[in-house]
């Protein structure tokens, strides 16, 4: 099983026995926050007291983490991610990636003489427990437990304890011995949270998996696990698998979890977890050289707001306001990008754009879609892996009974075969329809679309009105972002000469990190097809453009002004103005 490999030489354990308080000369240097959150936690302290100072400073400690912490050249700072586990990001001397390290109640305990022998006490008290209906019946039942069979020694100090767990070892008690197991105060909350954390939890990923922060995590094979964090971009965990025999069990328990077992017959699985995260893991060094590997993508519980994509610098507040304008009148919008571009983030933000009246329909193979409005109909496909039952449904036939269910809006998660000739299909027949595809560019886009196994005639292209294209760039600082690098109308096909014709509306400019309104005064969808919708002559057409400015004012003073960020927040204050005709 993978271990955790601090990046650091530990100062003696010895050491760390003392207690927080203000004759210590460490603890007085901690800020104050730090300081409290050490009193409330006695394995943070136990950790920072293990920290080598000459070589580690103190951290900062922070409750929340803001995107101007990524400006630091070196990272050294503690943060909590709760239930009791902190996270120390810490850039070594040399530079590199940062090092991500888990402060959890388990990590300065030693565990293990007297572990293996509360698991096996466990087994034959947890008769039926798994089959509680939810976590918290199932942790609070796990927690009963742990204190059945373990009892907290009072009566003589930490090294008495683990004497007597070593003299118990030597003896060899065996698992039907009722009397209770001796542990120390710190043992007891380590045991506590590890048996949690393994049975109901991720395991060892699961302080991982609740940090807020955090957007891939993946392991490759033998080595570190490595994480995509949202302020220190590329990190490395303290985890480590040292053999294909430890990442091999690691990945089938984590499958037979997860209720997707994989196999030699069958390697490869893509799956969903509890919080909406998606998983995909690779068995076996047949189909990976390098080993059995994994990835998961995390989505937060809240999507990122339109607003928050414009603090990033995805977008501005000029092209938000116009492709409010798009969506609100019923135009087929695609998101395009590489992979890890934030599609599917941009998409989830601009369903705020959408009327609230609207019914909307979301097909998808993984469920990443986050729709906020009441009438939502979120369907999913199935693939049954071998041997399970159960029948097969696929995007292609979820996409065909859309059509009868009388959406106003169809979403679809991402199109990659025969459901895109389903999705223009249903724009013909004026559904609005809105998608993420796998291209870099509006050139790839049409190729991919109209070439096999896709196979969209070209007739059909100019259904599809706004592409916007989104991708992972770097900046001219060095950074890496993400940034709608332009936003496309598709005017039509030209079968004469066999070409496409679309205008380019908004471009990102690499140089100065700015967008511009390129298509002003040359907006096809805005003079042609909304100024017609909202009621505006065609000698007037120009008037479109101011709407498209109040719109953005708009947009700049909710966000400026009043401070209105939160995805929920601006969807009901948009619903509000939508309504009094205000947006």
């Known amino acids: ?82 239930g009791g586990v902190f996270i120390h990001v810490y850039t070594p001397p040399s530079g590199g990636r940062p090092n991500y390290i888990s402060v959890e109640p388990c990590l300065t305990q030693d565990l293990s003489i007297v572990l293996p022998e509360v698991e096996g006490r466990l087994v034959d008290e947890a ?32 090294s008495t304890t683990l004497k007597l767990q070593l003299a118990r070892a030597v003896n060899g008690k065996s698992r039907n011995d009722r009397e209770k197991i001796h542990v120390t105060a710190g043992q007891m909350e380590a045991l506590k949270y590890m048996i949690i954390r393994d049975k109901v939890g991720m395991g060892i990923l699961e302080p991982m998996i609740s940090d807020p922060y955090i957007e891939d ?19 490395q965990a303290a985890i480590v698998f040292e053999s294909h025999e430890d990442i ?54 809240v999507p990122l707001s339109i607003m928050e994509l414009i603090e990033f610098g995805s977008l501005n507040y000029e092209m938000a306001a116009y492709l409010s304008m798009v969506i609100e009148d019923g135009m087929n919008v695609f998101v395009v990008g590489e992979t890890a571009s934030g599609k ?16 909307i329909v979301s097909i998808e193979d993984t469920p990443e879609l986050q729709v906020p409005h009441a009438n939502w109909i979120r369907e999913v496909s199935k693939n049954p892996a071998p041997g399970e039952k159960g029948a097969h449904v696929s995007m292609f036939e979820l996409l065909k009974a859309a059509l009868r269910q009388r959406p106003d809006v169809i979403i679809v998660g991402e199109i990659r075969g025969e459901e895109g000739n389903i999705a223009f299909g249903a724009m013909q027949t004026g559904h609005q329809v809105m998608s993420t595809f796998h291209a870099s560019n509006v050139e790839k886009l049409i190729q991919r679309l109209t070439g096999h196994p896709i196979n969209v ?13 989104q991708n992972a760039v770097k900046l001219a600082s060095g950074k890496k972002a993400r940034r709608a690098t332009s936003v496309n109308e598709i005017v039509g096909y030209d079968s004469v000469s066999n070409t496409f014709s679309y205008v380019e509306v908004f471009r990102w400019d690499p140089a100065t ?35 498209v400015e109040r719109r953005k004012r708009i947009l700049e003073k909710l966000h400026i002004d009043k401070g209105v960020s939160d995805f929920y927040e601006l969807l009901k204050v948009l619903g509000m103005a939508g309504r009094e005709g205000l947006f």
């Open 1 to 82: 099983m993978p271990r955790t490999l601090l990046p650091y030489q530990q100062k003696d354990p010895g050491s760390t026995r003392r207690k927080p308080g203000d004759k210590d000369e460490l603890y007085r240097l901690l800020p104050e926050l730090l300081q409290e959150a050490c009193r409330e936690n006695r394995h943070l302290w136990d950790y920072l007291c293990r920290l080598p100072v000459d070589e580690i400073p103190v951290p900062e400690y922070r409750t929340e983490l803001k995107r101007a912490h990524s400006e630091q050249p070196y990272y050294n700072l503690i943060y909590p991610v709760g």
């Open 127 to 158: 008769v039926g427990l798994m089959e509680r209906e939810t976590d918290k019946d199932r942790t609070e039942a796990l927690t009963r437990l742990v204190e059945k069979v373990c009892t907290v020694h009072r009566n003589g100090n930490t």
């Open 217 to 235: 995590i993946s392991c490759s094979g033998i080595g570190p696990i490595f994480l995509e964090h949202k302020i220190f971009k590329s990190a």
């Open 248 to 301: 091999d069990d690691f990945v089938l328990r984590l499958s037979e979890q997860i209720r997707k077992p994989v196999t030699l017959r069958s390697p490869i699985v893509d799956a969903t977890l509890p919080d909406g995260s998606r998983i995909n893991i690779v068995f076996g060094r047949e189909v990976s050289r390098r080993g059995s590997n994994f990835t998961i993508r995390k989505f937060s519980e």
């Open 344 to 359: 599917t983030t941009l998409m989830n933000a601009l369903t705020t754009f959408m009327p609230q009246n609207h019914k």
């Open 457 to 469: 005639p070209k007739t059909y292209m100019d259904n599809l009105n706004v592409v916007v294209c």
């Open 513 to 547: 990190d700015t967008f511009d309104f390129v298509g002003k005064r040359n907006s096809y969808l805005l003079e042609e097809k909304i100024a017609i919708r909202r009621g505006i002559p065609p000698a007037q057409k120009w008037k479109i453009y101011d709407q």
